[in-house]
């Protein structure tokens, strides 16, 4: 098979390939298959159904150590057969991207060396035999009470092995511009709205756009919005019109240099 070289140029494509200087893009993915009748609950996996909030404030105030616990006490562990190890990405206390590697070890928080001022995705790096994670895996502060932290940043669903939060915080010596939006609602004769919020602190939140669809799939391109400069938080919040309403939506960013 011969190879051909590639000739037609796409701005997006090239970005994505890392051929164009000082630009990047990033997606912001958050999924709740249980959004409650109501809202708004950040739209994360077990955060909506609990009643649990998505907090990084004191973390984007005063970067901290954050540990990592599953809410199962016997796979999620480093001779288990569900999560072994865990990346947990983020910024460091310049406001960096940053990222470290971490031996879980069940419902008991193995914490981080570096400290963080705000954190993006956990992704399961090696698992045992069931390839997995086998319990809810949480990101947070504070104490641990059966694997889940009193200040909950991020967390996993079972069996996804990695984290499906829609939080971001721009990183420093990033501009970031909002590119495009997507939404997907499942069950019959249920409806949902998403929400974009940009917070300069992740405590004052503004709302940017509610979106909204009945069952099916809803997406578009976002032209508007204005340039986030380093350190904007961004956030997705999920209202539901009934009970258990599964509830996925995506905000692509491109990034730039400044």
Known sequence: MSYK????????????LGLVTGRSRVSIVGHDPTVPNGGPYTLSPQFGTNGYTVDQSAIAATPAVVGVASTDNTNDNAAGTGALTVSIA?????????????TMTGQTAANTV?????????????????NANTGTIYVGTGTFTAGVP?????????????????YYVIP??????????????????KDAEVHILTSTDGILWLELFPFGSGAGSFNTKVNAGGAMAAGTHI?????????????TAYVALELADV
């Open 5 to 16: 070289p590639y000739t037609k140029h796409d701005y997006g494509v090239d970005v994505e």
């Open 235 to 247: 956030k997705m919040e999920a209202h539901g019109a009934a009970a258990n309403t599964d509830v």
């Open 150 to 166: 009193a200040v909950r940043m991020l967390s996993v669903e079972i069996g996804s092995n990695i984290s499906r939060t829609a």
């Open 114 to 130: 570096a400290t963080f001022s705000a954190v993006h995705t956990i992704t399961v790096l090696t698992t045992g035999s069931n």
């Open 90 to 102: 983020g910024l460091d206390a310049s406001g960096n991207a940053q990222s470290e590697t971490v």
């Open 172 to 189: 420093t010596g990033k501009t970031g511009v909002l590119l495009h939006f997507g939404l997907t609602v499942s069950g019959t004769s």
